[in-house]
């Protein structure tokens, strides 16, 4: 049983390159998350999905996009990669509503 | 907008001694409090949660106390250990998909 698992764990990027973020779990959990780690200033999120076939804005969600592929998939879009754009990013599952989450393990992109 | 503030950002305490961290949260609509354990480099995890029709929970040597009226909410560890060394971070769910994090407060266990 993995859990939540992320891919890649490290990342470097140009200005302007794109990527995604991979995040698939494996405990058949409906609601997904992102969400980016900043020193200082906790957990923001980015977006998140309550269930397959919808996703909505969290906090911070300029400069990214999301797709639920299916249940247990849910990834991470940047379409132009910002130096604002470093930070650590972590997927999250839980079964819905006032669970607590499982986390993914993470992934540190860095922008240059 | 919706807002959890946690105290203290850095805490050092002494082998055995107890921690306390406190948060207190804006929206009065909140329900659902988990407590999340990061240790350096690794992903947070779940390490207690309550919800508002409960005053105080336990978990061996941890607690967590809810008030309401004042919207606080604090994380009690006793006979803290050098593993118990960690960033610890509250969070406040209004019952929708947003949980809203504090800023983390990093504890130091001296052996």
């Known amino acids: 049983n993995a859990g939540v698992t992320q891919t890649p764990k490290f990342q470097v990027l140009k200005t302007g390159q794109s990527m995604t973020l991979q995040c698939a779990q494996d405990?058949?959990?409906?609601?997904m998350y992102w969400y980016r780690q900043d020193p200082g200033m906790g957990l923001r999120l980015i977006y998140y999905s309550a269930s397959e076939g919808t996703t909505d804005k969290g906090e911070v969600p300029n400069g990214y996009n999301v797709s639920r592929l299916n249940k247990r998939e849910f990834s991470l879009r940047l379409e132009s990669a910002a130096p604002s754009q470093t930070s650590v990013y972590f997927c999250?599952?839980?079964?819905?509503?006032?669970?607590?989450?499982?986390f993914g393990s993470g992934t540190r992109l860095t922008v240059v | 907008g919706e807002n959890v503030e946690q105290h203290p950002s850095t805490l050092s305490v002494q082998e055995g001694d107890s921690a306390v961290i406190k948060c207190t949260y804006s929206?009065?609509?909140?329900?659902?409090f988990p407590w999340y354990k990061q240790e350096l480099g690794k992903r947070p995890q779940l390490i207690i949660d309550i919800r508002s029709n409960v005053g105080e929970k336990k978990d061996q040597r941890i607690a967590v106390t809810l008030n309401k009226t004042a919207k606080h909410f604090s994380l009690h560890i006793t006979e803290t250990q050098p593993e118990d060394s960690a960033v610890y971070f509250c969070a406040a769910s209004a019952g929708g998909f947003k949980t809203i994090f504090g800023a983390g407060t990093r504890l130091f266990v001296k052996a």
């Open positions: 405990m058949n959990h409906n609601s």
């Open positions: 929206d009065s609509a909140s329900n659902y």
């Open positions: 999250a599952s839980n079964s819905g509503q006032g669970r607590g989450y499982t």
